[in-house]
């Protein structure tokens, strides 16, 4: 299937200028992104969205106990209402091949979070499991037949309580090439007790939700053994082979689309519920099955970002260098997946100390899989350790830019590693000058009402970059179309290659066509942890490369640009790069394994941020409204600056909403959440935000591929600490639960 | 729950064009645009009237249709985002300020912009309106945020939002 615009106001905001002069006439700069004008028109079709000829709905009979043993259901009256096809249960539902356990060699096994055998077992294993699925003629009716549906348990104990459970933590294994979860260097503790200057944080952040507006949803159908399936998938490949072996069937029978997505942010990065009990439900109905999942469905089945106890210690000189730093967490993961996260990493990356400890704890509790969520553990890490260096800067009475200038490092501090490119001390002169840090005046002034502050803090989040693949191909038509199997929840991936492409061939932008979002075409890796970009930039330069010797070898004809040689060679050449199956496959994976292992022995690759921010406290209700907010990044070469700058503002808005509203709610006695929808999840609204300035260094990283390194996750890293550390700022109070309630900043609620 | 009454035809005029449906009462506006007439640009986020995706203009006035039942609407114009290009101005400024990245909320954002700019200039004031006596409200950045917070974005494309309806409500181009 072909995405590639039609509107002519696709075309790009400037026109090229006639005669190239420089190498990149369209890297770089703000091309409108191409699917705007289909989505402003409502014309973009979303999985929810495309009509499907005998389409069936599906709706889920959730569990109420977070432990328990199925012991009936009764499905007649709802089998009985008009319009109901059948309802899957256990007891009837078709078997599914367990899940695979984790392998670096086979990624797609990354795709679950959950070992429950969805519909296959009798067992219950946290709050909001489901345990059937209703199919029906029509939405409305899947439904209510959904509510005719009775189930009795024999109830089970559970274990609920992540702070009650504290003690049964195990620490987290470091493993090579994870993020880091585990380290020392020295001894901290000593150096700790030694230091003339020591500042010690216990916080806690509370499970998020992704709360992408689009919600989850499947289209599932089966003829014979080939399946397709249309799902708002960050990972087609991973999604691909996960139902290939879930249902066994071969992988080149199953058929994943995802040309639209309306959001992710890690929470469609996984194969959950939703996607498996669509498959499974068509094929026991033998009809197509299309589950749009209802807000409380999503959040009762799709894992949240884990809750963090965190306890951060620095010990310093009285002139604010750093002795020592400790860094300790404990993770909330589940009974049937999920898994620990590297909240503690930010520690060992942001400033130079001779002593070090980083930990990590993981309790297991009978709830849902938690899973990784946009900038996950960074985002909430940096919280704590950024918090705790703006404690520093006040106790040693230096500017927090000044402390972290003296504490600034080329090297890791844990392992010594050199970074292949950081400039934190241009970004907080970039990010101040910008804000006028200097001119801010002391804190606690106050205007009216309110109590005005100012804070800011670091950001930070490591790069990686995966195998792509993609075919380019230059058509005797006149046009150029890069195919590749890559994602677009909204960060416009489509447009950057386009520009990439443009600029590597020399041929007009309007000419380049990008094909996406279906598993038909070349394996290309998920999007998340800010890997897709930079990947599939990679994958295109040489796929470029190899179009350019390609064409120069048609002979006589090659003179002139790439597309006057093919048009006059009359067919169409076509490159590869990538294998997507067999033993050439296989050295593929094994080549990245090698690279990467090879290349993190050799330098830390990472993102780079400086927020500043004005807050007003409001000293009669404690209610925090943040006012300015200017962000000064490095992400190496930027590829689109209008696309990029509004990726980072969308991390730092929802940095606003981890500082100031979101916080997920359990039941700690049963394992049910509280409010599982967006009238009780608050997720910023436009009141919220203020005008975010972005400003960015576009200084190339020297190891990337073209100099690029991912922009999606930097940007919500240290938002947390800047918003507390300005409300420190305006009122003199040191906040380390998040988010910053009013009753958190008044001192009214009660904190473990 | 006892059983849902049954279907009966509805006439709706959307966008211009008078259409029957059988629908039954449970149906809401949303789902009988969105399944019935085939209208999926308006988007279902929530279906309980928390985020604003389904937003559409019902007599020119923004409405949810996910609380709107479709009876309701009968004999009333109802406007979605199909109903509102193809070349609105706003649709071009959302675009060309970045306004949007998934672009999930995005045909909500351009309804509820479209009827709130109607209301403003209707004189209604809001929450952060100075004046309240004032014969017109200017429509800063504050205003249009307070009145456009029904609306959620999760991507966070709220900056190129406001300045894109910003941009429309100054040159008087929004109508
Ligand atoms: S779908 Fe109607 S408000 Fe969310
Ligand atoms: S653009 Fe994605 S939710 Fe607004």
Redesign the interface.
């Known amino acids: 299937m072909t995405t590639t615009p039609t509107r002519p106001?696709a075309t790009p905001?400037t026109p090229p200028t006639a005669g190239r002069t420089d190498e990149r006439q369209w890297v770089g700069r703000?091309v409108?992104?191409r699917?705007?004008?289909?989505?402003?028109?409502?014309?973009?079709?979303?999985t929810?969205?495309r009509?499907f000829p005998g389409l069936t709905h599906g709706w889920m009979v959730h569990a109420p106990h977070a432990r328990a043993r199925i012991v009936a259901i009764d499905t007649a009256a709802a089998r009985a209402?008009p319009g109901v096809v059948d309802v899957v249960t256990h007891d009837n539902a078709p078997r599914m091949a367990p899940p695979p356990s984790a392998s670096l060699l086979d990624l797609s096994s990354l795709a679950s979070r959950s070992r429950v055998e969805y519909l296959n077992t009798d067992q219950v294993h946290y709050d909001g499991q489901p345990v059937a699925v209703v199919v029906a003629e029509?939405?409305?009716t899947a439904r209510?037949a959904a509510?005719?549906v009775r189930v009795d348990y024999e109830v089970l104990p559970a274990t609920t309580d992540f702070r009650a459970a504290r003690d049964t933590a195990t620490r987290a294994k470091q493993t090579p090439a994870a993020p880091t979860v585990s380290g020392t260097k020295g001894d901290a503790v000593a150096s700790l007790d030694a230091s003339p200057v020591v500042v010690e944080l216990g916080l806690t952040t509370p499970a998020h939700h992704?709360?992408?507006?689009?919600?989850h949803v499947t289209t599932a159908h089966w003829d014979g053994d080939r399946l397709t399936v249309w799902d708002p998938t960050q990972g087609i490949d991973w999604c691909r082979k996960h139902l290939a072996r879930r249902f066994g069937v071969d992988v080149r029978q199953v058929r994943v689309l995802a040309p639209?997505?309306?959001?992710g942010?890690g929470g469609k990065g996984s194969v959950w519920a939703g996607t498996l009990l669509t498959v499974l439900a068509a094929r026991h109905v033998e009809r197509p099955v299309r589950m749009?999942l209802?807000?409380e469905a999503v959040t009762r089945t799709v894992g949240a970002r884990t809750p963090t106890m965190q306890r951060v210690a620095l010990g310093a000189d009285r002139d604010g260098r750093l002795r020592s730093v400790v860094h300790e967490a404990v993770v909330r993961s589940s009974t049937v997946g999920g898994g620990s996260e590297q909240v503690v990493a930010v520690s060992t990356a942001l400033y130079a100390t001779p002593a070090l400890r980083v930990g990590t704890e993981v309790v297991e509790l009978d709830m849902l899989p938690n899973t990784f969520m946009r900038a996950p553990g960074d985002a909430t890490g940096s919280f704590g350790l950024e918090s705790a260096m703006d404690q520093l800067a006040h106790d040693v009475s230096l500017d927090p830019v000044e402390l972290r200038l003296r504490n600034d490092t080329d090297r890791t501090p844990l392992h010594g590693r050199r970074f292949s490119h950081r400039r934190v001390p241009d970004l907080m002169e970039l990010g101040s000058r910008e804000f006028g840090w200097a001119e801010r005046g002391p804190g606690g002034r106050r205007d009216g009402d309110r109590l005005v502050g100012h804070g800011m803090a670091l950001a930070y989040h490591p790069a990686l970059t995966f195998e792509a693949h993609v075919v380019l191909r230059a058509t005797a038509a006149g046009r150029v179309v890069l195919r590749t199997s890559a994602q677009d929840?909204?960060?416009?991936i489509a447009t950057v290659l386009a520009q990439v492409v443009a600029d590597e061939l020399a041929v007009p932008l309007d000419r380049v066509g990008v094909e996406y979002g279906d598993s038909d075409q070349p394996i290309a890796p998920p999007a998340g942890g800010s890997t897709q970009t930079a990947s599939l930039t990679a994958a295109t330069v040489r796929a470029a490369e190899r179009l350019r010797s390609r064409v120069q070898r048609l002979g006589p004809s090659a003179a002139g640009s790439v597309l006057d040689a093919v048009r006059a060679h009359g067919q169409d050449v076509e490159v590869v790069v990538g294998h997507d199956e067999g033993l050439r496959a296989r050295a593929g994976t094994l080549r990245w394994i090698a690279e990467t292992l090879w290349g993190q022995r050799r330098w830390q690759r990472a993102a780079w941020g400086a927020h500043f921010c004005e807050v007003a406290v409001d000293a009669d209700t404690g209610e925090v409204r943040v006012t300015r907010w200017v962000g000064a990044f490095d992400i190496g070469a930027v590829l689109n600056a209008?696309?990029a700058?509004?990726?980072l503002?969308?991390?730092?808005?929802?940095g606003l909403g981890l500082a100031l509203t979101e916080e997920s709610v359990t039941d700690a006695r049963t394992g049910r959440l509280v409010g599982p929808?967006?009238?009780h999840y608050h997720?910023?609204?436009?009141?919220d935000?203020p005008?975010?300035g972005i400003h960015l260094l576009g200084d190339p990283d020297p190891t990337a591929p073209r100099g690029v390194v991912g922009a999606g996750e930097v940007g919500i890293t240290g938002v947390g600490a800047a918003v507390a550390n300005a409300v420190f700022d305006a009122t003199g109070r040191r906040l380390t639960h998040l988010p910053l309630t009013p009753d958190r900043v008044l001192g009214l609620a009660p904190e473990a | 729950m006892p059983a849902p009454p049954p279907a009966r035809p509805v006439t709706l005029t959307v966008n211009g064009r008078r259409t029957t449906a059988s629908l039954e009462p449970r149906t809401s506006l949303l789902d009988a645009l969105r399944e019935q007439a085939g209208l999926t640009g308006t988007k279902k986020g929530c279906d309980q009237g928390a985020c604003g995706a389904c937003t559409v203009l019902v007599d020119g006035r923004r409405v949810l249709g996910c609380l709107t039942l479709a009876m309701q609407a009968e004999g009333c114009h109802v406007v979605t985002i199909e109903g509102v290009g193809p070349h609105h101005p706003l649709q071009d400024a959302v675009v060309h300020h970045d306004g949007l990245q998934c672009g999930f909320c995005t045909p909500g954002q351009v309804c509820s912009a479209l009827g709130m700019l109607a209301e403003h200039r209707a004189g209604a004031p809001s929450l952060v309106t100075e004046d309240l006596a004032a014969d017109a409200v200017p429509l800063t950045s504050a205003e249009i945020r307070e009145r456009m917070s029904g609306n959620l974005c999760r991507c966070g494309a709220h900056n190129g939002l406001v300045a894109a309806v910003r941009e429309v409500a100054e040159s008087g181009s929004a109508r």
Do not use: C, N, W
């Open positions: 106001r905001s703000g409108d992104r699917d705007g004008p289909a989505k402003v028109h409502g014309d973009a079709l979303y929810a969205d009509p209402h029509s939405l409305e209510y509510s005719l992704h709360s992408a507006m689009e919600p639209v997505i309306g959001g942010f749009a209802s807000r929840m909204g960060m416009g209008k696309t700058a509004s990726q503002r969308g991390g730092i808005v929802m929808d967006l009238t997720v910023p609204s436009h009141a935000v005008e975010i």
